[in-house]
């Protein structure tokens, strides 16, 4: 049987850096819905930014992690790379859905408004709809090495939306905050910060526990694959030779 499962060491991790997730989450969401204090301006809606930021972060790195995978499949055609790049992909769309659904519920108390065509929303949203062909173009590519190969181009080109995404409140007039670098320099309370960086580390702790378990499913998917045309070519082997 070609199909198998993860192996001990894969499993071990996943359960270790789950259970470091939840814990580190959970402290995230106490320091930011009870230790930080209320934004003077913004007031309780403000608190959403503790989520907001983090799940903006992990749709970056998961596309980073898109970007370069990319790159290394087409330069050496190794399957594992796609199978990084797709699972990484899938994290990066989710979670940048997310941060669209929270920037609406952030921006309408704040902007009155659920949403406006903003440069880094919209630029955001450009960014969902790259990713979603991304996997429109390998549900519909046909070939296994054909799909890898055009989703790889595009993982490629999306991710330089990225950088535009981040820099757009300085290069353009927008309504949204400037980057959180700056803002945790100079304007953010301690308490914020503290609880900034936990929900950031727990974030991401979490990405690294779902790629994990989707690198796990997408390298059965392609191990299934090709029991399955194996299978299908001894078949066929054996009615040319009756």
């Known amino acids: 049987m070609i199909v198998k499962g ?12 789950g259970l470091l997730t939840a814990i580190t989450m959970a402290i995230g969401m106490y ?18 930014f503790y989520i907001h930021v983090p799940m903006a972060w992990v749709a970056f790195l998961a596309f980073g992690v898109v970007f370069l995978a990319a790159i290394l499949y087409l330069w050496k055609r190794a399957l594992i790379w796609d199978q990084i790049a ?14 669209l659904v929270t920037g609406s519920f952030w921006g309408r108390p704040i902007w009155g408004t659920w949403w406006t065509w903003d ?15 991304y996997f429109m ?54 308490e914020m910060v503290v609880a900034l960086m936990v929900c950031l580390l727990g974030f991401t702790l979490f990405y690294l526990y779902l790629m994990i378990q989707k690198f796990g499913i997408e390298r059965m998917k392609d191990q299934l694959i090709d029991y399955q045309y194996a299978l299908s070519e001894r078949e066929a082997e054996g009615v040319t030779t009756a």
């Open 86 to 99: 797709r699972s990484s992909a899938e994290i990066g769309l989710v979670f940048t859905t997310l941060v």
């Open 6 to 17: 993860k192996s001990s060491w894969a499993s071990s991790l996943g359960m270790v850096l």
């Open 31 to 48: 320091l930011g819905l009870v230790y930080a204090p209320k934004d003077v301006i913004q007031g309780n809606a403000q608190r959403i």
């Open 119 to 133: 440069a880094r929303l919209t630029t955001t949203l450009l960014l969902w709809f790259i990713f979603l062909g």
């Open 137 to 190: 173009i390998r549900a519909y590519a046909g070939d296994r090495g054909r799909a890898a190969t055009y989703s790889a181009v595009i993982g490629i080109i999306g991710f330089f939306d990225v950088p535009i995404i981040y820099e757009s409140v300085n290069w353009w007039r927008t309504l949204h905050p400037e980057s959180v670098v700056s803002v945790t320099s100079a304007n953010m309370p301690g």
